[in-house]
């Protein structure tokens, strides 16, 4: 699987974003779908995770009531809606695939990455 994420870009306070990860292959929606993201300095973190149907959803406590992750297994795409986004949301944002269960939070456990999409948030 290989995997483009996109959407990216500098925007205010409060703003919102969305990102897209689109997937090349016929077994997307085998697999359950993830974005990490990681800020200068720091170490990558999971931010959200999506089940193979997309009926299940986890996040984490930083982007809960935020962010909205969401797929379309006809497009074989995942999406990444970020609302009232803050300074501290700024980092690289990488879509991530692995046949995991979709609470999986670890980086380490997922097996396809995409490049990397910015995300800059100005106060």
């Known amino acids: 699987v290989q995997l483009q994420a996109s959407g990216g870009g500098l925007v205010q306070a409060g703003g919102s974003l969305r990102l897209s990860c689109a997937a090349s292959?016929?077994?997307?929606?085998?697999?359950?779908m993830a974005w990490f993201r990681q800020a200068p300095g720091k170490e990558r973190e999971f931010v959200a995770a999506?089940?193979?149907?997309?009926?299940?959803?986890h996040y984490a406590d930083s982007v809960k009531g935020r962010f909205t992750i969401s797929r379309d297994n006809a497009k074989n795409t995942v999406y990444l809606q970020m609302n009232s986004l803050k300074p501290e949301d700024t980092a690289v944002y990488y879509c991530?695939?692995?046949?995991?269960?979709?609470?999986?939070?670890?980086?380490?456990?997922?097996?396809?990455w995409g490049q990397g999409t910015q995300v800059t948030v100005s106060s």
């Open positions: 991530a695939a692995g046949n995991l269960p979709y609470g999986t939070t670890y980086d380490v456990d997922y097996d396809y």
């Open positions: 292959g016929r077994t997307f929606s085998s697999y359950t």
């Open positions: 999506i089940g193979r149907s997309g009926d299940n959803t």
